[in-house]
């Protein structure tokens, strides 16, 4: 059985590496001859939404904010100026009495 070196994958690696990066440099520059003046409005359109993009997601952070501000201020101010809830004293309790019945009465005997 035939043994590899210690840095047979790392050599192998790295050509394989240098291999990709090489192509990929040629893809670009390709790419950049055939596309290069169709992406160049592009880019400038996608800078100015992207610009725009952060500007509306920063206001609504600062509108989420500040809203948030005026709804606990409304709150708290509220429930400050409320009069003290006045405790209600308990009813005195109800009581039922049942009476006996009454006793019978005795007829008169004639």
């Known amino acids: 059985m035939e043994t590899l070196p210690p840095d047979y994958f790392g050599s192998s690696l790295m050509a394989f590496m240098c291999r990709v990066e090489s192509r990929l440099i040629a893809l670009e520059a390709r790419m950049d001859r055939h596309f290069g003046t169709c992406f160049l409005g ?7 939404h992207t610009e725009t993009l952060v500007r509306w997601i920063v206001g609504t ?8 501000g005026v709804v606990m201020a409304f709150v708290l101010n509220s ?21 006996p019945p009454p006793a019978p009465v005795a007829l008169p005997q004639k």
């Open 42 to 48: 592009l880019r400038a359109d996608m800078q100015r």
């Open 61 to 68: 952070a600062i509108a989420q904010l500040v809203v948030a």
């Open 79 to 99: 429930l400050a100026t409320q009069a003290p809830v006045a405790v209600a004293l308990p009813q005195p309790l109800v009581v039922i009495q049942i009476l």
